[in-house]
């Protein structure tokens, strides 16, 4: 059987890793190249050596990935030069996943306010569709451009969707406390992502209406409700290598039991989503490496607000996995094929 390939640009990136160790064990899909500006020339297993004898390929230039010829092409390139990087591919029939924010945002004008540049190819927006696996399964299998979910976004969006989507429902306020390990600040070094900086410390950043994943939250939360919604967010920075926990807080004219009937409904034939009971609080260490999304709802008791809690793996379900997941419904596989559990 003809396998499905795939290129990754910025294998060197943390995702990239996720992405190879993944899609090698898939009986369906072969890698094609992998591309690094600053890595070109050296074996994948110099910078990821716990891969040796596993994927030995060299990385390549990304411009030396023009013309060649694959079914899928996963960009872990930064936003703004991810799709630049991706029109002339996409221009090609190539079908792309692209895990920047650059075509999450269906409008280029809050697209360039809140990344601080005009949209390479605003044209194209239009014919994104974003990957959140769950609420967007039949557009997936015939994107030809997927937006795959910011990280936190990914933690937020499946615990409130269901409950946006019911009309009975009425929600007012929504705060997310997010807390996310280091590598969601990927590999490029930084004074605030050191060990010393961040070791027996936890920090918030970008707090209140500040951090971008913000335009996405709101993009989404408000299609779901038919209204515009506007979320508080903050996020924060833990001393851990991997995972996000979400509290959420929710004024809500349901309880916490009846919210997460809902969610059982929404949830109930997905492979990887698990609601958990009110008082099974989700940890980070029981999704790390793995693409489950776990949340339980709970409070919501003396006039006080619906809780959620909810945790994922940043690399896995709130980036690599996910487009994993994606790129096995579009090519009609079996969508838990080679993804961690």
Aim: glycine letters at 8%.
């Amino acid at each position: 059987m003809k396998k499905t390939t795939v290129g990754i640009l910025g294998a060197s990136s943390y995702t990239g890793l996720e992405l190879v160790r993944m899609l090698v064990n898939h009986p369906g899909a072969k890698i094609d190249y992998v591309s690094s500006q600053s890595n070109a020339g050296q074996p994948f297993t110099v910078l990821f050596p716990e891969m040796f004898g596993i994927f030995d390929d060299i990385f390549i230039l990304p411009e030396q990935t023009a013309g060649k010829k694959v079914d899928c092409v996963f960009s872990c390139l930064p936003h703004a030069v991810s799709a630049s990087f991706l029109k002339p591919i996409i221009e090609q029939g190539i079908r792309v996943i692209d895990l920047s924010a650059d075509f999450r945002i269906r409008d280029p004008r809050v697209y360039q306010h809140w990344y601080k540049t005009p949209h390479a190819c605003p044209e194209l927006l239009t014919d994104a569709v974003f990957g959140l696996c769950e609420h967007y399964r039949k557009e997936i299998r015939s994107a030809r451009i997927l937006a795959n979910p910011g990280c936190y976004p990914t933690s937020i969006l499946l615990p409130l969707l269901p409950l946006l989507k019911e009309k009975s429902v009425q929600i007012g306020g929504i705060i997310a406390d997010s807390k996310s390990g280091v590598s969601g600040a990927g590999r490029t070094l930084k004074l605030s992502s050191h060990f010393v900086e961040v070791y027996e410390d936890v920090s918030a950043y970008s707090v209140g209406r500040s951090h971008r994943h913000i335009a996405e939250i709101d993009q989404e939360l408000s299609i779901a409700a038919g209204r515009e919604i506007a979320i508080t967010f903050s996020p924060h920075l833990m001393p851990v290598n991997r995972g996000i926990l979400s509290t959420i807080y929710l004024t809500i004219n349901k309880t916490a039991a009846e919210c997460r009937e809902i969610a059982l409904a929404a949830y109930r034939n997905e492979p990887f989503v698990r609601v958990r009971d009110g008082g099974d609080l989700p940890h980070v260490k029981y999704v790390a490496h793995t693409n489950y999304c776990d949340f339980c709802y709970t409070g919501g008791v003396d006039g006080g607000p619906v809780i959620v809690v909810s945790a994922i793996d940043n690399l896995i379900k709130g980036a690599s996995g996910q487009a994993l997941q994606n790129m096995n419904i579009m090519f009609g596989f079996e969508e838990i094929t080679a993804l961690p559990k």
